[in-house]
């Protein structure tokens, strides 16, 4: 009873009415799939904006900053071997270099972090970088007055233990970035699947809604 009466309204209605009816609600079942689509793209987009920003931009600015630290303790140890008094204006001139570059690898990794954990790994490493520096400040002012045995002893004594502990942090920062970007590549890959899947099962109850709609509008 209930289904003849509606019929019979819809029997009633003139058929602009009907067609623009069934236009509107074909409109809104697409605009429905453009809209899930449209979060699911976003999402796909935010993580793979944290994948590049905070894993592989991570590993770049931290292995950056590792391979200067290492060129600057090389350094170090190459005039310590050869004093040349001829080639300390380089060597300062080249020391300066690596520790600006250093820092602004720093900044740009601390730039990009966006976790907890990440955060508390760079505090640990900034505490260590800060004390490190100073160290080499010093030595740089003995390197231009030509005291290599001051350099050696900052180098080897003072800035052993601090040294040691800014290489762990380094290496850790570069194990945190490594198995968070395996990580976020799974979830991405995830993600998309499930996308996908819910894409599907949206489109296919639209074109049943849509199809439904079309009949109901055609036997009336």
């Not at 380094?170 to 890959?189: H, I, K, P, Q, T």
């Amino acid at each position: 009873m209930e289904g003849d009466i509606r019929m019979k309204r819809i029997a009633d209605m003139k058929i602009s009415t009907r067609l623009v009816i069934s236009f509107l609600v074909v409109a809104l079942l697409a605009g429905i799939v453009g809209g899930v689509g449209l979060m699911n793209i976003n999402a796909l987009a935010k993580s793979d904006t944290l994948l590049y920003e905070e894993n592989t931009m991570g590993i770049v600015y931290s292995g950056d900053a590792h391979a200067y630290y290492q060129r600057l303790r090389y350094n170090m140890a190459e005039m310590l071997l050869k004093k040349d008094d001829a080639q300390r204006k380089d060597y300062v001139e080249k020391f300066e270099n690596f520790l600006a570059v250093i820092q602004q690898n720093l900044d740009n990794y601390e730039a990009g972090i966006v976790t907890q954990a990440d955060r508390e790994l760079f505090d640990q490493l900034e505490i260590s970088w800060v004390s490190f520096e100073g160290y080499m400040r010093r030595a740089i002012d003995f390197t231009k007055a030509g005291e290599y045995a001051q350099v050696e002893r900052i180098l080897l004594k003072d800035a052993d233990a601090v040294s040691g502990s800014l290489m762990d942090s380094f290496l850790a920062m570069s194990e945190y970035n490594d198995s968070g970007a395996v990580a976020r590549a799974e979830e991405n890959v995830r993600l998309a699947k499930t996308s996908g899947l819910i894409m599907a099962v949206v489109i296919l109850a639209a074109a049943v809604v849509a199809v439904a709609l079309g009949i109901l509008i055609a036997r009336g």
